[in-house]
């Protein structure tokens, strides 16, 4: 009996192909304009990705990172909604769909799908690279203007991922408020920077005014504890670094951690964690120093200690996002 390929491995795979006969000086040159395009000034008034070789090169360096972050976020609020399952997703902005497939990593089955998105080369490429996952058979691409015009119909589950940073003030009120009014739950993905923890709370804030409850990584949905200006709330995932990422980047290590901020939020009633760990646990001798953000609505630390028998030792395997106490997340099985 042959074992489906897990769809982060598939996607790997179907990544790589993309640069078969792309001579590698030529996409590490499409890279660096594309980095330096997404860095400059925005909201952008057209599409960055052009034509295939740039989407072809840009996917191939960025979906592993979008994926490992979307994944991450996806992860921490099915802990916290362990029955529900998405009958139907829209994700916005989506490109080549990393969103999509994060989606499929995270609950079995395939479902209704529509990626959204301006760049029609995005659309293309990410409709090619879906062929190679049975999840996302049902999956729609269509062309469409990301901003206040932007119509979405009815559906169980919106993401957002890296997309907010594009647009503009009013652009992005307008997103949040057509995915807030069409879905029963969002989840909003961001670089974890100031600017975009920045936009995650923006967009947080419109959710609950919109009679959403937050799922993660908040325990609450109350006002954020962090100060502006002073700190901001954001994770890492760990990301596996191809040959075109060490060509760009010049590094030598296997891989790299994407920083990056999120939100996700319901309609419906979900289980947040009771804290969060909101920085990288500091193990001392015989002691672990834990930075959570409680459902008090408070940023404080704790250290747990060897006399803690049990949770000394859930303490030393505790990670930056996991929620705490571990054993308080709402079981669920592995998909």
Not at 289 to 311: I, M, N, P, Y
């Amino acid at each position: 009996m042959n074992v489906p390929a897990a769809p982060a491995e598939t996607l790997r795979h179907s990544l790589a192909a993309l640069l078969d006969g792309l001579p590698p000086k030529q996409a590490a040159q499409a890279v660096e304009r594309l980095i330096a395009s997404y860095r400059g000034a925005t909201p952008t008034d057209a599409p960055i990705l052009r034509d295939r070789a740039d989407v072809a090169a840009y996917a191939a360096y960025r979906m592993p990172a979008t994926f490992e972050a979307v994944c991450s976020a996806l992860e921490a609020f099915a802990d916290a909604v362990p029955e529900w399952v998405p009958g139907s997703h829209v994700d916005v902005g989506g490109g080549t769909g990393a969103a999509t497939w994060a989606v499929t990593a995270t609950w079995d089955g395939a479902r209704p799908v529509t990626v959204l998105d301006w760049a029609e080369p995005a659309l293309a490429l990410g409709r090619e690279i879906a062929a190679a996952n049975p999840a996302l058979e049902q999956a729609s691409w269509r062309r469409s203007r990301i901003g206040a015009t932007l119509a979405l119909d009815e559906t169980d589950l919106v993401t957002v991922s890296y997309v907010l940073n594009e647009l503009t003030a009013p652009d992005r009120v307008s997103l949040v408020d057509a995915a807030a009014a069409a879905a029963q739950a969002v989840v909003i993905v961001e670089a974890g920077t100031p600017a975009g923890y920045a936009r995650v709370i923006e967009a947080r804030d419109r959710l609950i005014a919109g009679g959403f409850h937050i799922a993660a990584p908040c325990p609450h949905s109350a006002a954020c504890p962090i100060v502006p200006g002073e700190d901001w709330c954001h994770f890492s995932a760990r990301v596996s670094r191809s040959s075109l990422h060490r060509q760009v980047k010049g590094g030598s290590l296997p891989y790299e951690d994407e920083k990056f901020s999120y939100v996700a939020a319901t309609r419906f009633p979900a289980g947040p964690a009771p804290s969060r760990v909101v920085r990288r646990p500091q193990i001392r001798k015989g002691q672990v120093l834990l930075d959570l953000c409680g459902a008090d609505e408070q940023l404080r630390r704790t250290t747990v200690t060897k006399r803690h028998g049990d949770l000394y030792k859930a303490a030393r395997d505790a990670d930056w996002g996991d929620p705490w106490p571990p054993y308080a997340s709402p079981a669920r099985s592995s998909s």
